[in-house]
């Protein structure tokens, strides 16, 4: 295949992904456009957004790129473990209990972490703490699958139980997309 029929590909699966997300997220072509552009570029989106905006499209998305799907639904006692799963004790076959790790809702191709600025803290750090440094032996690093995509969702700082985002984590994402109200059809 040449290069114009690669782009010519990539062209056509770009519009037909477009199209299918615009059938869920309606008169927001701009939002779509750049959650897009962001999942393509390998960086992550966040949507300023009324809440439960975004819960249909997480999944939607998911779909149409046929990749495992989960939400974080934030709020303010979210726990690290809450997102990266924890270690429980299972009994084997033969009777011994041992600890078996059983995966948080991170660990998926695409993640809705919905009203990321109801949490006090900021879980996504913490759990990014928890999870391994180098040179601790007691906790094993798990790695995420690629692709790896955060659609982040952020209510309007005037709802009530929301709190102010520091800059260093708005600067994780590569779109802080302000979704308006939908344009009236022509």
């Known amino acids: 295949m040449s290069v114009e029929e690669d782009i010519g590909a990539f062209r056509e699966a770009y519009g037909k992904l477009r199209d299918?997300?615009?059938?869920?997220?309606?008169?927001?072509e701009a939002i779509v456009e750049g959650t897009l552009i962001a999942l393509f570029a390998g960086g992550h989106s966040c949507w300023k957004a009324c809440p439960d905006w975004a819960r249909p499209a997480g999944p939607h998305l998911g779909e149409a790129l046929d990749l495992p799907f989960n939400r974080i639904q934030f709020t303010p006692d979210l726990m690290p473990a809450d997102i990266l799963g924890t270690n429980i004790v299972m009994e084997t076959a033969t009777g011994?209990?041992?600890?078996e790790f059983q995966k948080g809702p991170i660990f998926a191709h695409l993640v809705l972490a919905d009203e990321i600025n109801r949490a006090r803290q900021n879980p996504v750090g913490l759990a990014g703490s928890h999870a391994g440094k180098t040179g601790d032996r007691r906790r094993p690093i798990r790695r995420l699958g690629e692709p790896f995509f955060v659609m982040a969702t952020q209510n309007p700082i005037d709802q009530e139980g929301t709190y102010p985002l520091p800059e260093a984590q708005l600067d994780r994402f590569f779109f802080k997309l302000i979704v308006g109200y939908p344009r009236p059809a022509n």
């Open 20 to 28: 299918e997300i615009g059938r869920v997220i309606v008169g927001h």
């Open 96 to 99: 011994r209990r041992e600890f």
